[in-house]
């Protein structure tokens, strides 16, 4: 696709972090969105909303930079959804009229729910039909089938990952010839999983009139130059001044240098706090989630594990399971970091630390969200050391060697309000280890497996012996086969008597010669 006017001419807009005071009404969006943002407790916009909705009210190009948790979702959203149900010239025939671009299964289900929420008393109207507003998610890990038969049903906005919504598309089932409205949601991310070049081509097979906007927490120089390829003289939006930390400064950060075979005790007296209310724990690899996951279930707390070696049924079950508050901790690695859009999650607790300061930032992102406090703690390895001071340095955080910290340092108890009674675990009595699905699996097959009859056929000379057939005559060495099978006064078969032949004595040298 042809590039765009070149964006040097953009404006930056910035503005400082306050209080919402607008409402939604009052920047002109239609009645059916506010009143089910309202039903909510949604009424007033955040200032990345507050600056965002005027410029993509009139259908401007734009490019939302904010930290994680500042309401980036309703700041497309909402435009998004005014714009393609108010537009007479266009009206919705059921082809998606809008397309928003995630990196992740999760966040495409946390904008879906969003956006299907707000979206919950809007009208399809057209010449022909006067149907409810249709929002779907196409994203990996699910059948193919039901997402093309909502397709061919007729959807107004499609919320996808790129890979399937690329699929989809090559497939010939999502038409996105119509779009009016194109978004691209968490862009550095999706420039962290290399899905950039899924993105260009997704972005060839729109329309160039459409409106672009781009949304992300950070701008690293690709995304900036993606910008540069497919958006007309966008506006930098930054809800923010430059100077301002990229971390929340309503959350409290804590660093421990931990050892490796305490993190778990540490954790399980972090998890007794005062105060303490959902909870995710974070780690890099699948292995230790699901390890970590695994130890503080037995050690008596609510706990789920979302990591990329469960399968999305189950992801999807552990994520719901924590927004009802059915468990109050989470363990994930980082591919859960975008995609979960609490706004009550209290502490953050980093087992391992992340690979870059921009993960960091994401992860403890998921607390202190909309305006309320939040407490992040990192616990560092001798051997996590200069990676953390790498994060240290580029964040601000003045913290670049930890205190050595144990579970039983009073420091840990002080600082972080746990109280002096608590101790690794909080079950009333341990249970004792259950088998492994595999391992039940394995002993229930065994145990209904009948058991085999052990036969025994003797052989001559390298032949099968057999037993005598019916008519009672010794076969022959060359009639070898299976013993035959009597049958009892009872019916039940027993094996048939053998009757072992003689063999006829060589004759003695002096009778041969006779």
């Known amino acids: 696709m ?83 149900s108010s537009d007479q010239g266009r009206p919705l025939n059921g082809t998606p009229r809008a397309l928003i671009v995630v990196p992740t299964r999760e966040l495409c289900l946390q904008v879906y729910s969003d956006l299907e929420i707000a979206s919950k008393y809007l009208r399809a109207v057209s010449e022909d039909s006067d149907r409810k507003f249709v929002v779907t998610s196409i994203y990996g890990g699910r059948p193919y089938e039901p997402q093309i038969e909502a397709l061919q049903k007729g959807v107004d906005v499609v919320v996808g990952t790129p890979g399937r919504l690329l699929d989809l598309a090559q497939q010939g089932h999502l038409q996105l010839g119509s779009l009016s409205v194109l978004v691209l949601d968490e862009a550095d991310e999706m420039l962290d999983l290399g899905f950039l070049p899924d993105i260009e081509r997704i972005l060839r097979l729109t329309p160039d009139d459409r409106q672009s906007m781009l949304f992300s927490a950070t701008m690293p120089g690709p995304i900036i130059t993606l910008a540069r390829t497919f958006m007309n003289q966008p506006t930098h939006i930054r809800a923010e001044s430059a100077q301002s930390s990229q971390t929340h400064d309503t959350t409290e950060q804590f660093a421990y240098r931990a050892h490796a075979l305490d993190k778990v005790e540490m954790v399980a007296r972090i998890l007794q706090a005062e105060g303490r209310g959902a909870t995710m724990i974070f780690t890099r690899t699948k292995r230790t989630a699901q390890k970590v996951a695994d130890e503080l279930g037995e050690r008596g707390f609510k706990v789920g594990a979302v990591h990329g070696d469960l399968g999305q049924i189950a992801r999807e079950k552990a994520l719901k399971a924590f927004r009802t508050g059915e468990v109050d901790v989470l363990v994930a690695t980082d591919v859960a970091a975008r995609g979960i859009d609490i706004d009550d999650i209290t502490h953050v607790i980093n087992y391992q630390i992340p690979e870059d300061e921009q993960s960091y930032v994401h992860r403890i992102g998921r607390t202190g969200r909309a305006g309320k406090t939040g407490i992040a703690v990192t616990l560092v390895d001798w051997d996590e050391l200069p990676r953390w001071t790498m994060i240290d340095k580029a964040l601000g955080l003045n913290n670049p060697d930890p205190v050595e910290t144990y579970s039983s340092s009073d420091h840990l108890y002080t600082e972080l309000n746990i109280p002096t009674e608590a101790t690794g675990s909080i079950a009333t009595a341990r249970k004792p280890k259950t088998r492994t699905e595999g391992e039940r699996v394995e002993r229930t097959e065994r145990a209904e497996r009948p058991a085999r009859t052990r036969s025994r056929r003797r052989t001559r000379g390298g032949q099968a012996a057999t037993g005598h057939p019916e008519n009672g005559d010794a076969a022959t060495p060359s009639e070898s086969g299976p013993e035959p099978q009597a049958e009892s006064e009872g019916g039940e078969a027993t094996p048939a008597k053998r009757r072992r032949r003689r063999r006829p004595r060589k004759a003695s040298a002096p009778a041969a010669a006779e």
């Open 2 to 84: 042809t590039a765009q006017t070149d964006t040097t001419a953009q404006t930056d807009t910035t503005a400082p972090v306050e209080a919402p005071k607008t409402s939604f009404a009052d920047l002109g969006v239609r009645d059916e969105i506010v009143r089910a943002l309202a039903e909510t407790g949604k009424e007033h916009a955040f200032a990345i909303q507050e600056l965002t909705l005027p410029l993509a009210l009139a259908g401007d190009d734009l490019i939302g930079q904010a930290r994680t948790g500042m309401g980036k979702t309703l700041a497309f959203g909402v435009p998004l959804l005014h714009r393609i």
